[in-house]
């Protein structure tokens, strides 16, 4: 299975907030240069994880953004497919809809992988992410 490159983006964004000190804000504009990642593209990715409890962000002097403590023990199975959505991973019913729907056993294969990915990242937070050595290389960035 393959990943959105928004849900790359959310992923990288989230460890870095999650690698910082307790306490410690992030400007968007900060975390987008640390990571790479287009200014914008960051902004639309930082919305989505405020919405998702993820995030705080606070505009003004003295403001920035942070890992919640919901974001750093939310699960990346759980946080994986609110980015992803449920969606199939092969689309039988498109148009035209696919020939073999009524007699095919690769919608349900593919089905059980996807469960199974999911399944594989259940177990794991944010905050595993960055323990070392990856924490200590996420707060070099930038």
Known sequence: MRLTKFTDMAL?????????EQGTT???QQVADAMAI???????????LQHLGVLEAHRGRG???QVTGFG????????????EGEEEV????????CPLRAAC???????DA???????LDPLTVGDLVTSPTGPVLLSLG
Do not use: I, N
């Not at 593209?41 to 919305?47: F, P």
């Not at 092969?90 to 809809?97: L, N």
């Open 12 to 20: 990288r964004v989230t460890m870095r907030l999650a690698a910082a």
């Open 26 to 28: 992030l400007t968007t």
């Open 38 to 48: 287009p200014y914008t593209h960051t902004a639309k990715v930082v919305a989505r």
């Open 63 to 65: 403001g920035g953004l």
């Open 72 to 83: 750093r023990a939310a699960s990346l199975g759980w946080l994986v497919r609110e980015l």
């Open 90 to 97: 092969v689309a039988c019913e498109g148009d035209p809809p």
């Open 105 to 111: 056993r690769l919608r349900g294969a593919l089905r």
């Open 114 to 120: 996807q469960q199974a990915f999911y399944s594989a």
